[in-house]
């Protein structure tokens, strides 16, 4: 089969090429999905560069990709709750890293019937984007009346948070550029703010929640803008404490100016590291047929153009989700 894989470590031209490989095989709790498409991440051009190469280490040659949506072609012995021909999509685990490609091996643990109205890549938009949004959101337990900063609003996790926040009923305001406002406006924001001409800090002010997607200044600028005993909760920004020892970080300390603004705040600061999960994807699933969530697609790329796919998404302004289509 062909599959989009990351030779080396290197620019995203070097690093990605599309190979000749084995079919992947199945275990007892595996399905095999013929795949329709898959969507992109930013992780995924980041472990291609190398830049996380400590923390997530790789085989290389390894295939590149964890979100999916495709047809269920086989079963493994155990399998029990799905049927061939299922249409599913699923947050791969690390191990089975590699959905940009004809075929792939799910463990059933990770993988949930896809939403109804949605075609596959809409379905493929969803997974990783919308369990982290989702995760990083319920873990400083987001609720009616929250006044909330989501950055980066017309991102892929932006634009899914924004639409959870107001599921939950919270007040929206969020960040974007100036091209961006309008849609990201359409999505439910209560107040978007144009980084281009406006400066964050001084409209949202007082905020509950900052759902930090950026990092580095902006992790730490976020305390200047909740009150007294808010949160701050980040996917991109150092561990918190608990965090670090899920990962394995032995003898973790906070940076110090984090640290200190936690403790002047009283605030609550959490650090989500999105775990693939096939319940809150049935959720998604409900919601996204419900009408209460939709999937933001950017442009979708045939699978040969797979590279230049993952170009335009390192770029960094990506509206929604970027999408490599097999069908
Ligand atoms: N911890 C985890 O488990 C986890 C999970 C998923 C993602 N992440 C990380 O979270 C980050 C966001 O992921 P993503 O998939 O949403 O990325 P993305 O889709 O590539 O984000 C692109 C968006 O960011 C916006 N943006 C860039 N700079 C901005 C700024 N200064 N202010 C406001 N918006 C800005 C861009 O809008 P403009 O074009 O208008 O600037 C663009 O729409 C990435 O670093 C990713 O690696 C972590």
Request: zero cysteines; hydrophobic letters at 40%.
């Amino acid at each position: 089969m062909k599959a989009l894989q990351i030779i080396q470590y290197g620019t995203l031209k070097d690093s990605l090429s599309i190979q000749e490989v084995e079919k992947p095989e199945i275990k007892a709790n595996d399905i095999l999905v013929e795949v329709k498409a898959a969507s992109l991440n930013p992780i995924d051009y980041k472990l291609a560069e190398g830049h996380l190469k400590d923390m997530v280490p790789l085989n290389l040659p390894t295939t590149i990709g964890y979100d999916v949506s495709g047809i269920v072609i086989a079963l493994g012995d155990d399998v029990q709750n799905f049927e061939l021909g299922d249409e599913i999509y699923a947050r791969v685990p690390q191990e089975q890293m590699g959905t940009v490609a004809e075929y792939v091996a799910i463990n059933v643990k990770y993988a949930a019937k896809k939403p109804l109205n949605s075609s596959f890549e809409e379905a493929a938009a969803l997974p990783l984007a919308g369990l982290t949004a989702i995760q990083a959101l319920e873990r400083v337990g987001i609720k009616k009346d929250d006044r909330i900063l989501i950055h980066a609003g017309s991102g892929g996790v932006g634009s899914f948070a924004i639409q959870y926040a107001k599921i939950k009923g919270a007040i929206v305001y969020t960040t974007t550029s100036t091209k961006n406002v309008d849609w990201v406006k359409a999505l439910g924001a209560d107040r978007v703010i144009d980084y281009k001409t406006e400066n964050y800090q001084d409209v949202a002010e007082n905020l509950d929640i900052v759902f930090d997607t950026l990092g580095n200044d902006y992790t730490l600028d976020a305390f200047n803008i909740i009150k007294d005993g808010g949160s701050v909760t980040s996917i991109v920004g150092p561990p918190d404490e608990e965090t670090a020892k899920q990962m394995g970080m032995t003898d973790y300390t906070l940076p110090e100016k984090l640290a200190q603004l936690i403790e002047k705040k009283l605030a609550t600061y959490k650090l989500t590291w999105m775990q693939p999960n096939a319940a809150q994807l049935q959720t998604v699933a409900t919601m996204v047929d419900a009408g209460a969530i939709k999937p933001i697609i950017d442009l979708i790329y045939p699978f040969e153009d797979g590279v230049s796919a993952y170009e335009y998404l390192a770029e960094g302004s990506a509206k929604g989700k970027v999408i490599i289509s097999l069908t």
